[in-house]
């Protein structure tokens, strides 16, 4: 029997326990970019993923662990390097790695990459958050969400590179779930040819996995997370359209179906993300959170899928449906509830910014009853009510929301003829629903049926929002087209709410 000298079988040792070795050398793994989140005063979150060929179930990486080298400097060629350090890409992780960067500076502008089997990943760009003692002259942010990959390009992501932003605020479908299939899709007439897994709905680790890759290959994608930091929460279509909690959408899947999907969803959910969350155990993952711009914003960030009560009768366009608000039923659940409202009553900020997916204002669709969405606000006036009930107390409340794939601008009251408790700005899609139109027949009937509502747009784009100290300001930056590339942007509208004199008014 052959007998390995001492020293070798030591390192083979200590080379397995450490998970690093036998690493087999790899091509380019920086396939999919590099992104960084939830920003500090004196930390960020700095994220990438090694996948060499990214839409292959393990993006292409052998089954072992990867040392990831990282970098933070203050200038973009690296000459002033004030943080550094080694991770590991773990094939548990789907070769994923985060790093909570500590020790930085409040308020300033970062430069990060990585470094692993010999390459070296695309720069990204990030800033820390003010000081918590600070009191910023504003906050620049917008309000992204929704994109479709088969529905249209990235053009909303090539034009906001070019904005001045703080932070990304991204309110959920960053995937969506179902089959991408040959036809109808925007992208699926070019020579894209996606590998045949891309044509079954996702619900195992692998396919979630591999949706997120085929997302963050896009390249006006990654040059958005590469640009500013990201402050992400989910929707429904990371896992799965319309579940609530533990229910799907589908009466045949039973809760026991459902949960094993939700864990696959949520894991890759966090491995592909710069969150600053532990990562998931089983199908939870915590997070809601709350991140501090100084004095000037708190911005609460829920999560409105994971607690829910199943939606009130059924799922779709409701009249008269009483259960609504049941005062036992609930969007957020108690805990996260109680703790948004806690944390907008302690609020030391001059403004409480709720960052989340679903439309709050009342929004009544016409036809016969006047119908109501019960996936929304409108399903769960309970948990709705004692929100608005908290913001009445607190000047400079804002709602921040996705979901719908159109633009609005809302006062939010607690009942009609009373004066406005809060704003929402409610942002369209990044492609989600293709091109769409300036209005719609619906939309015209919304704003007939819904005299708070200011404004309604069917254009895909993102809102730009300016914060100071007395005034928040909504541009709604919408795009010509996204089935072809060269769309063109412009600002189809712009509001304002004063802290001291809530309610929207055009700018
Ligand atoms: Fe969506």
Known sequence: MLRLPRRRLFVLGGAALAGTL?????????????????????????????????????????????????????????????????????????????????GLRPGRDYFYRFRSGGHLSPVG??????????????????????????????????????????????????????????????RMDTSLRLPDTFALATDTLDLYRMRYALYRTDPDLQAAHAAFPWILTWDDHEVHDNYAGDVSRSPIVTVRDFVVRRANAYRAYWENQPL??????GPDLSLYRRLRFGDLADVHVLDTRQYRTDQACGDNLEAGCAARSDPSRTLLGAPQRDWLLDGMGRSPARWNLIAQQIMMAECRYGGTANRLDMDKWDGYTADRKRILSRARNLPGT?????????????????????????????????????????????LETQL???????????????IRCELDRDTIRADYRVLSRVTRRGGTISTRASFVSERARTGLVPA
């Open 276 to 281: 600053r969350v532990p990562q998931p155990a």
């Open 398 to 442: 804002v709602v921040l929301s996705g979901d719908i794939h159109y633009n609005y601008a809302a006062d939010l009251r607690l009942r009609p003829g009373t004066p406005p408790v809060a704003v929402e700005f409610v942002g369209t899609s990044i492609s989600s629903g293709g091109d769409g139109s300036d209005t719609t027949p619906q």
């Open 125 to 186: 760009r990030t800033r820390t958050a003010p000081d918590e003692s600070s009191s910023p002259r504003r906050l620049r942010f917008a309000v992204t969400s929704c994109q479709s990959y088969a529905d249209g390009y990235y053009e909303a992501w090539r034009h906001l590179v070019d904005e001045d932003l703080d932070v990304v605020l991204f309110l959920g479908d960053y995937i969506y779930e179902g089959a991408i299939t040959s036809v109808g899709g925007a």
């Open 448 to 462: 007939k049926y819904n005299p708070h509502l200011h404004f309604a747009n069917g254009q895909r784009g993102y």
């Open 22 to 102: 036998p690493a087999p050398r790899i091509s380019n793994p920086f396939t999919l970019g590099v992104a960084s989140g939830d920003p500090l005063p004196d930390a960020v979150v700095i994220w990438t993923r090694l996948a060499t060929r990214p839409l292959e179930p393990t993006g292409g990486m052998p089954p072992v662990s990867y040392p990831v080298q990282w970098q933070v400097a203050e200038d973009s060629r690296f000459a002033r390097v004030v943080r550094s350090g080694t991770g590991s890409a773990e094939p548990g992780s789907g070769h994923s790695v985060h790093v909570d960067v500590r």
